[in-house]
């Protein structure tokens, strides 16, 4: 069974831009998150996706955004991209999450972007 | 809010030697306890979790219990190895609770 995967793996922008990140998620899994990874805040959770509606949402300001479609493929964006929103951006995917119970997330290798 | 706290890295061992992660959190209520690891340009895969208080999780020869009393979940292993050099998170989660990771624990084991 493949694994999670995102494109691209790596992506240069420059302040003011905006970016579109894409994550499979393996097959048969209808949970998606997303989290950004850096070296000076560690791993921190932005959204979840779940049956294409966010069920969950990390303190981040509205420049991020995210959907799911009918597939369970979702997208990331970040609009009017600033310095510090360079980082590892790593999706993780699941079965389900019932409340009350944890379904193990496999993450994908992650897309790092680089803002100049 | 619920934050989770390791140790800072590196862990420097040698091989065979035990390894001790230490982590602790801080949540209202209980949330579900996991160690991930990362190797190098990969993403993160769990390595073990616990889901209520006194569970031990346990997998590859690490083990890791959820102390509700000290609000604790160290990761440990009798006998290192080479390959087990990566680096380990400790994180918070499950049900309705956002996971909260902690900053990630550096391991490099010699030969």
């Known amino acids: 069974k493949a694994g999670v995967t995102q494109t691209p793996r790596y992506l240069i922008k420059t302040r003011g831009q905006q970016v579109t990140l894409s994550c499979s998620p393996i097959?048969?899994?209808?949970?998606v998150s997303w989290y950004q990874q850096t070296p000076g805040q560690g791993l921190q959770f932005l959204f979840e996706y779940f049956s294409e509606t966010q069920r969950n949402k990390g303190n981040f300001p509205g420049r991020f955004s995210g959907r799911q479609f009918s597939n369970s493929r979702s997208e990331m964006n970040v609009s009017t991209l600033e310095l510090g929103d360079s980082a590892l951006y790593l999706c993780?995917?699941?079965?389900?999450?019932?409340?009350?119970?944890?379904?193990?997330?496999?993450f994908g290798p992650g897309t790092r972007l680089t803002v100049l | 809010g619920n934050s989770v706290t390791q140790m800072e890295g590196p862990v420097t061992l040698s091989e065979e030697a035990f390894l001790t992660i230490n982590c602790t959190y801080t949540?209202?209520?209980?949330?579900?306890l996991f160690w991930y690891v990362q190797y190098p340009g990969e993403g993160l895969q769990l390595l073990l979790k616990?889901?209520?208080?006194?569970d031990k999780g346990s997998n590859k020869g690490f083990e890791a219990t959820y102390r509700k009393e000290t609000t604790s979940f160290h990761l440990e292993k009798g006998s290192v190895q080479v390959s087990d050099s990566a680096v380990y998170f400790c994180a918070s989660g499950g049900g309705s609770y956002i996971p909260t990771f902690g900053r990630g624990t550096s391991l490099i084991v010699h030969p």
């Open positions: 993780a995917s699941s079965l389900d999450r019932d409340r009350g119970t944890y379904n193990e997330q496999f």
């Open positions: 097959s048969g899994h209808r949970s």
């Open positions: 949540a209202t209520g209980y949330p579900s």
């Open positions: 616990a889901t209520k208080a006194d």
